[in-house]
């Protein structure tokens, strides 16, 4: 590759060529999609989460993230959401992607960023720079009258609007703490309440639950519903499905273990789609901090962790899980360590089992006993994100 490309910050007088590179890669976005896009590029540059690749002065190469947070076992750890990443064509194939990744997981790492996400377009950059399938987003799709047929008649349900951003996130919240949910995503207030007030979409509120849904096409789909009770989430469900004499079908973003999968009485359709995001570690002692683990989870481990593109995460580590908390702390090498890469480790914290990540070739050394404990700390309910970004 060409030493002289150097890595940057995008400033305002390079949004043009971000603009030209993004249109080469996924199409020209209409006019009042600029706009917007360029109402976010600000403030992703701003905040210095905005960077590229320059070849003397022009604008090669772009990525920016977004300051996430994400559950991981029932709490929040920051993650920096990769998005938007392309390579002008003539470019293309010779290491520009990897110099502008390599720029983002330092970038983000800098910020005190401990995880970074994204959904791959194609994976083989991504793996090749210590990525590895963290967790999907499932779309789900049922009768609409099987929903309506849910009742919860009882529960006095409310339209809700841009005001009820607060109180969405805290019954959200509450809702993951609980079931102790790893993957979804933590937008920020000023997001949500936009979300809340575009007119497209329909939010109604109970006392221990809120559901935001819109039309798909002559289909309704569910983007978010939450539910402290039985009773709530079917009178959440039936105030969607009560659209049945329109919409055959309710598509619906959720996760593979929700209740309604249990509560309606024909099983969702077969065909479910199915998009995964990729994982990656950038400050494994924080990220283990972070999260939570099964509460009734023991572990003392030997970690050897090999990450030539974040070193700070390599070398020996011990790990530590109890009472539902983990510590990583540098230790002694051990010869009956665990030995993972950036993708090994990334699969370990996802909840992936250790016999997968072996016969994937991305976990050696250890144990079998040691595996079955890692299995039970680090697994719980499927990783899941219910936004696109
Ligand atoms: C995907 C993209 C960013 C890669 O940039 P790049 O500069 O070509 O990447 P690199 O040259 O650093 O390639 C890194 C590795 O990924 C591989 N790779 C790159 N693009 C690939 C593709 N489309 N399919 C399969 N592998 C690909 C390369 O072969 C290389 O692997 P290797 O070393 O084993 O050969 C670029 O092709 C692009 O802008 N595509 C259009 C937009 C897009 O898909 N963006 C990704 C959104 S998630």
Redesign the pocket.
Known sequence: MDDALRFVDITEDQLDAVMRVRAR??GVMAGGDREQWLKDARVFMQDGRYVGVADGDEVI?AARFWAFEQWWSGRRVPVAGVAG???SPE?????????LMRGVLQRAADKGFPLTA?????T??YR?LGYEFGGGRYRFSFPAADLRALGGKEIAVRRAGPEDAERFLELVGEAHARRRTSGPLVWPIKEVTSWLADEDNFAYLADDGIVVYNWSGSDLCVEELVAGSEATARALWATVGSGSSIADTVRAYISPDDAVHLLVEHEAHKEVQHQRWMLRLLDAPTAIAARGFAPGAGVEADLRLDDPDVPANSGDWHLSVADGSGELTSTQGSDDALVLGPRGLAGLYAGTPLATLRAAGLASGGSVELDAALDTAFTGATPYMLDYF
């Open positions: 890669s996924f190469a990443v392309v390579v470019y293309r194939g010779r290491g520009v992607g990897s110099k994204l959904y791959p377009a194609t083989v950059i090749h």
